[in-house]
Nanobody, 116 residues
Framework: VQLVESGGGLVQAGGSLALSCAASGSIGSINAMGWYRQAPGKQRELVANIPTGGNANYADSVKGRFTISRHNAENTVYLQMNSLQPEDTAVYYC???????????WGQGTQVTVSS
C-alpha cells in the first residue's frame, strides 16, 4: 500500500495551497481518509478527515479556512488550504484507515511553510 502526496511548499501568510493524496495497492475497504500535521516539537494532530459515507471533520484551528474532499472511486483525498497562517507550518501527512481492524496507512509527508 502506498499513499503518495503532492502539493505543499512555501507561501506567505494569507495565501493558499492545495494538497492531494492518492492511495494505491491492496488497501482494502477504506473507512476514512484525511490529513494530519506535525509541527517541530509538537505531536501529530488531525487536521481534517472524511469517513466513508460520512461528513468531514475539521480541527477547530482550521475550520472555515481548510476544505477536505475525497474521490472514493479513485482513493484520493484533497485538502484546500486558504488564509494560511504561520502557525499552519508543519509537515502534512495523508492518512487512510482501512479494513475491519482499522489499520492506518501514512504518506511520506509534505512540508507546508507559511511565512509572516
Amino acid at each position: 500500500v502506498q499513499l503518495v502526496e503532492s502539493g505543499g511548499g512555501l507561501v506567505q501568510a494569507g495565501g493558499s495551497l492545495a494538497l492531494s493524496c492518492a492511495a494505491s495497492g491492496s488497501i482494502g475497504s477504506i473507512n476514512a481518509m484525511g490529513w494530519y500535521r506535525q509541527a517541530p516539537g509538537k505531536q501529530r494532530e488531525l487536521v481534517a478527515n472524511i469517513p466513508t459515507g460520512g461528513n468531514a471533520n475539521y480541527a477547530d484551528s482550521v475550520k472555515g479556512r481548510f476544505t477536505i474532499s475525497r474521490h472514493n472511486a479513485e482513493n484520493t483525498v484533497y485538502l484546500q488550504m486558504n488564509s494560511l497562517q504561520p502557525e499552519d507550518t508543519a509537515v502534512y501527512y495523508c492518512n487512510a484507515n482501512s479494513g475491519p481492524l482499522g489499520v492506518d496507512y501514512w504518506g511520506q509527508g509534505t512540508q507546508v511553510t507559511v511565512s509572516s
